[in-house]
């Protein structure tokens, strides 16, 4: 036995004419409980010629235009005919809403007391338009409101009336949105096989991600047969990434006279002098500290003839630079995002041998202090199990203890001279990485800039609403409880998450303790 009746009616239903009610009538054996939900509403004439997926599960009699209700109710296991007529609350005027009639499971409810009936008024219009509501109750059912929106929803067709200049915009867009989506989708197979290549360059790999987006635009656009929040957002985003990287690119022709492969050379050398000027530094007596000579001079040697390769690599590939230029000035037309990708390649480019020379020093600094923690242990009477991951105890012998002790005094010796070029290119590294995270998180901003939505945001679009506001109607009566449903604005730093692309992933946190751990121990840094 049903001992709760819920009836959801739309604000809207007041303003309209007498008529069948068309909807869905869901029961809940969980919580006992018989769910209406009014959708849309038809008048006698049209309601059998009207193609329609909703079901007829009642009628609607106005006030103003009353008309008996018809014997449709027998043909039906589940009615209600909804009544209104003007009334007075608190000195306003409300309409109230009555049931005239309801009958559950075939049988006619005469005493409506015996169940706990409730109207709840709601916005159809919120509900149609709202792209942020979602439910946490969802997966038990017991969430109605959410259960409803996808209902009207799923229905969002049949309930707009579109006119004529909305179709005729609706059917030009679609087809121009396809008629780009063959391009794009033959320059993505493209960009796919050349991946292996294109993701050694932030360049490429960001060639890549721009037509993974921009496909998934033009699809979800013409799918929907509109601008959503989403799309709408990517597209203005788009477009000012465009107008800012044409503005930049003026402007930087306008005070930047030398040709871009000169000026970049002329950088590099800078860079190669002072990491030059650097490495004289360290082979003589930096900051006071004596270091052993010949591993001194040993280490600065090979890493000033590692810059000198690289110098020399440059200026022989100065002609191909040239024609890299025009090459990456064309895509820089496409964005400031894409001369961010560059500036990222150029970057790398110009601290290749930097970043050489951090790896060499990382490695020897973790060999060093690998093998000093593990020859510490000889002196504990100790040594280290790699097959169970456990430091077991072991009984040395006197040669074992001579070469032990010979090798860890060697090493211990060796290490400050390791530790002063470790710790100066890890600075290095860490700075280049810093910068390159900072290019890498203006990247991602600049792509789903919030402008559209800000805008939706502030003019209150029911498009923004995601919170059910739920408040009690002053026509209350003993036998039925009637309240106000509204749509309350999301907040915005959740519309703003909610509005990011799909096909955008979001840069991880940054985990400070593993790069804390990782200088300490040697290992390798990678890009933010």
Not at 153 to 176: C, F, G, M, N, P
Not at 311 to 339: K, N
Not at 385 to 396: A, F, G, I, K, M
Not at 421 to 428: G, I, K, M, S
Request: with cysteine.
């Amino acid at each position: 036995m049903t001992s709760n009746l819920l009836i959801f009616i739309p604000q809207a239903l007041r303003a309209e004419r007498s008529g069948y009610v068309l909807g869905k009538v869901i029961h809940d054996p969980r919580n006992g409980l018989k769910k209406f939900y009014v959708i849309s509403l038809r008048r006698l004439a049209t309601v059998e010629s009207t193609r329609s997926t909703l079901d007829v599960i009642g009628y609607y009699s106005n006030g103003n235009d009353a008309i008996d209700e018809p014997a449709a109710e027998r043909k039906h296991a589940n009615w209600v005919h909804i009544t209104t007529r003007p009334g007075t609350a608190d000195g306003r005027g409300y309409d109230e809403y009555r049931l005239a009639n309801v009958v559950l499971n075939s049988s006619r409810l005469s005493d409506l007391s015996a169940t706990r009936t409730m109207i709840i008024l709601y916005d159809r219009r919120a509900l149609q338009e709202t792209e942020l509501f979602e439910s946490g109750a969802a997966a038990s059912g017991s969430d109605h409101f959410h259960e409803l929106a996808k209902l009207v929803q799923s229905k969002r067709d049949e309930l707009r009336i579109k006119s004529r200049l909305v179709r005729a915009w609706e059917t030009l867009l679609t087809y121009h949105m396809s008629l780009h989506l063959y391009l794009v989708l033959l320059l993505s197979k493209v960009t796919e096989r050349l991946l292996p290549i294109l993701r050694y360059s932030y360049l490429g790999l960001h060639v890549h991600d721009w037509l993974e987006n921009v496909k998934w635009m033009l699809v979800t656009v013409i799918r929907n047969g509109n601008f959503k929040l989403k799309t709408g957002n990517y597209a203005l985003a788009m477009a000012i990434d465009m107008a800012l990287g044409i503005f930049v690119l003026r402007l930087l022709r306008y005070y930047i006279e030398d040709q871009p492969s000169q000026l970049l050379l002329n950088n590099a050398e800078k860079v190669v002098e002072t990491l030059k000027d650097l490495i004289n530094w360290l082979m003589g007596v930096p900051a006071g500290l004596k270091l052993n000579h010949a591993l001194n001079n040993t280490m600065g040697k090979f890493f000033l003839y590692h810059i000198h390769l690289w110098w020399t690599f440059l200026i022989f590939s100065r002609p191909l630079l040239d024609l890299a230029f025009e090459v990456l000035l064309l895509f820089g037309r496409l964005g400031i995002t894409f001369q961010i990708s560059i500036v990222a390649d150029l970057l790398a480019l110009v601290s290749f041998h930097t970043y050489c020379i951090y790896v060499y020093a990382a490695r020897l600094f973790n060999i060093q202090l690998r093998g000093i923690t593990a020859l510490f242990r000889l002196f504990l009477g100790k040594k280290k199990n790699p097959l169970r991951e456990r430091v077991d105890s072991c009984q040395y012998q006197t040669d074992q203890l001579f070469v032990g002790t010979l090798s860890f005094t060697i090493l211990l010796f060796l290490m400050p001279t390791t530790w002063v070029y470790y710790t100066v290119f890890t600075l290095l590294r860490l700075a280049s990485i810093a910068f390159g995270g900072f290019l890498t998180r203006l990247k991602f901003y600049l792509q789903v800039m919030p402008v559209y939505t800000l805008w939706k945001w502030l003019l209150r679009s029911y498009s923004t609403c995601s919170i059910v506001d739920i408040r009690l109607h002053p026509c209350c009566t003993e036998e039925v409880t009637v309240l106000s449903m509204t749509m309350v604005v999301a907040p915005w730093r959740r519309t703003w998450k909610r509005c990011i692309p799909d096909t955008i992933i979001r840069h991880p946190s940054i985990e400070w303790c593993t790069i804390l751990n990782n200088v300490i121990w040697g290992h390798l840094l990678y890009p933010l």
